[in-house]
Structures are given as C-alpha cells and as structure tokens.
C-alpha cells in the first residue's frame, strides 16, 4: 500500500495542470501548521514527481494524504480531492498495533509509523530521547550530533523518523517507542488512547 499512496499522490498531482499546481504549491507554501514547506524547497519542485517527494518527506507517507487533500479543497480541485480519498481510503484506516515485543506479524502497521505526525508535532523535548537512543546505539554520534543541531523540536523529530528510525526497522522503532514511554509517557498514553 506505501508505493500505492505515493503512486496515487503523483497521479493526483499530474492531473491538477499547470495552472492548479502553482496554486496548489503557494497554498501548500502558506501553510501555517507544523510541518511547514519553506520557500526553497517550493521553488526545487519541478514536477508532480518532485511534488510527491515533497509531501511524503515532509509529512510521512501517513500524512501526505491528509495535507494533500486539505490543500486540494483549498484549491477548489474538489473532483480530485474525491478521487485521492477514494483511492486512499483503505490507506488511511487506522490499524490496531500490538506492543513492542508481542510477536504480532510484522505486516501490522507499528505505533511510531501511525502516529509520526503527531509525534513529530507534539514532541517537544528530543534530547532525552536522543540520549537514550545514542546510548542503545539506535543512533550513531554524528546522526546525533546531526539531529541535535537541527533549530525545532518538529525539525528534531522529522530528522530522526525519516533517517536514524527508518534505518534501523522494526526494532529500532520498538526502542524508539520505549524511549517514549519514558520520556513522555502522558504523550504516548493519549496516542495509545486513539487507537
């Protein structure tokens, strides 16, 4: 289903036309939730490909559809805003994850993949959760080094999910997750509560 949502993106994108991706691009531009697109990476899109790649690397491929959409509505595209609904729609159903350590299939979708939007926007003190990471050897001392440097706690966390998280698989998101849990463990309730 990922390369199908991104697949769907770019079609969607190919179909909006010059005229509508321009617009699509300034909207997106003047966004004022977390995380924004600045200026320089609009300015880098060239094509409904580099659009794509803009959206699912800023905000994951879970919520590129969401923002994509949002955008389009904004736009006044509303038959393609139905149409990547309705071809994204089985994407978008939240699925239930199981502790780390259960031993449920790995075909499940795991609880830092669901809600890295979230924790991208709601995190807000990363260093302990890069200590701890550093510590069990998650990330190395130049991606820590690296990911501590970065100006925001959003830019933080985008840094660590899409690089360090994503290397390291399954079990580098189980530490990720326990480092969670200890750090912010109200923040991982609530999400857990969503379920």
């Not at 389009?72 to 159903?93: F, P």
């Not at 979708?109 to 890295?116: A, C, G, L, T």
Request: proline content about 5%; overall charge negative.
């Amino acid at each position: 289903m990922a390369q199908n949502i991104k697949e769907h993106l770019e079609n969607t994108f190919e179909d909006l036309g010059e005229d509508k991706l321009k617009r699509f691009k300034i909207k997106l531009r003047d966004r004022t939730e977390e995380p924004r697109v600045r200026q320089a990476t609009i300015d880098k899109i060239k094509d409904a490909l580099d659009l794509a790649d803009v959206m699912v690397n800023t905000f994951t491929l879970k919520g590129a559809v969401p923002v994509t959409l949002e955008v389009l509505k904004a736009i006044g595209s509303n038959k393609l805003e139905e149409e990547l609904r309705e071809n994204t729609r089985d994407g978008l159903t939240p699925v239930v994850v199981p502790q780390p350590g259960s031993g449920a299939p790995s075909t499940v979708e795991h609880f830092i993949d669901r809600n890295s939007t979230d924790l991208i926007n709601r995190v807000h003190n990363v260093a302990p959760i890069l200590d701890e990471l550093r510590q069990m050897k998650v990330i190395s001392d130049e991606d820590y080094s690296n990911i501590s440097n970065e100006k925001t706690p959003q830019t933080k966390m985008r840094e660590l999910l899409n690089g360090p998280i994503k290397s390291a698989g399954t079990k580098g998101k189980d530490l990720l997750y326990e480092a969670l849990k200890k750090s912010n463990a109200y923040l991982i309730v609530d999400l857990e509560a969503k379920k």
